[in-house]
Every structure is written in structure tokens, then in C-alpha cells.
């Protein structure tokens, strides 16, 4: 006899399968790498000025120009890079810098 997949479960793989694959997939991905480099940056080098230029370059290895583009657009636009290269920094946090509980 064949075994039937319950309702609860159908839902959940098609919610998990529309956050990994495709375009949100990417998106997905390139956030969250920022988000670990973002993290890891500011536990080594708080406050360093290296971290606007880290994260969209680690959201571009894992998740292409999707992930890039979004990981930008989330950390306050280009304003997050200019920083870098020697333009005002934006006042807007960095996916990955807010701390919680420490």
C-alpha cells in the first residue's frame, strides 16, 4: 500500500522549497552569508570600515549578483560601500551587527 503524505507536511516542504530554489533561493542564500560575515567581521574587527565591502562580496560567492544585489539593498544601499571608498557612512546597522543577549 502506498502512504500518503499528510497535509502539514505538503505545505512545509513547498514553503522550504520556494525559500531554496530560484531567485529567492539566491536571495536567501547571499543574505545569509552576509549576515555570517557581517557577524564574524565585527566579533574580529569591530567597527572596521572593511565589513561594507565584506558582506556584498560574500553574498556575491554564495548567492551570484541576486544575493549581492539584496544583501546591498537590506544594509541601507550603496551608502553601506561608499562608507569604504571614502564617502559618509549611513547610519543604518549592517544585516549582522545587532547583537542580541551579549
Not at 68 to 79: D, E, P, R
Request: aromatic share 2%; hydrophobic share 45%; proline share 4%.
Amino acid at each position: 500500500m502506498a502512504r500518503r503524505m499528510s497535509r502539514t507536511r505538503r505545505a512545509g516542504s513547498k514553503i522550504s522549497n520556494v525559500l531554496t530554489s530560484g531567485i529567492v533561493g539566491k536571495a536567501v542564500t547571499g543574505i545569509g552569508a552576509a549576515a555570517l560575515v557581517g557577524t564574524v567581521m565585527n566579533r574580529i574587527l569591530p567597527g572596521s570600515p572593511i565589513t561594507g565591502i565584506a558582506q556584498p562580496i560574500a553574498a556575491y560567492a554564495a548567492g551570484g549578483a541576486v544575493g549581492a544585489i539584496t544583501s546591498v539593498l537590506l544594509n541601507g544601499g550603496l551608502g553601506s560601500i561608499t562608507g569604504f571608498l571614502g564617502g559618509q557612512q549611513a547610519s543604518v546597522p549592517s544585516v549582522g551587527t545587532t547583537e542580541f543577549g551579549v
